[in-house]
């Protein structure tokens, strides 16, 4: 929890950088990286991202699947494989629709 501290608004400064670099010059980080700088230099900005996120979303499943086995009984690797899967089923399956609340655009 003490990390927090100090992740909580580091994650918040990229979040803010990456918008302003998107609201100016409408393009992503990596577009930005890779129009100002060597391209090794972008594709090992991507592969650092891919790993962190890959070690992550490995991380949340484990937990997914501990938190289950404290409610039920079993093996928690199963938790884990069907957690990964049920995810990966609803990120597929359910459509993603722009609400109008937060919706931009003038009706």
């Not at 490995?58 to 938190?67: E, F, I, N, R, V």
């Not at 039920?72 to 089923?89: D, K, R």
Request: hydrophobic share 50%; glycine share 8%; net charge positive.
């Amino acid at each position: 929890m003490w990390t927090l501290l100090i992740t909580d608004p580091l994650m918040g400064a990229i979040q803010l950088v990456s918008a302003g670099m998107g609201r100016v010059t409408g393009k992503g980080p990596a577009s930005n990286l890779r129009r100002h700088y060597q391209p090794w230099l972008l594709y090992l900005a991507v592969a650092l991202l891919l790993i962190a996120n890959t070690i992550n979303i490995a991380a949340d499943l484990a937990a997914m699947g501990a938190a289950t086995r404290l409610v039920v009984t079993g093996p928690p690797e199963l938790y884990v494989i069907a957690s990964g899967m049920a995810s990966l089923l609803l990120q597929v399956s359910v459509p993603y629709e722009r609400s109008r609340l937060f919706s931009t655009e003038v009706v």
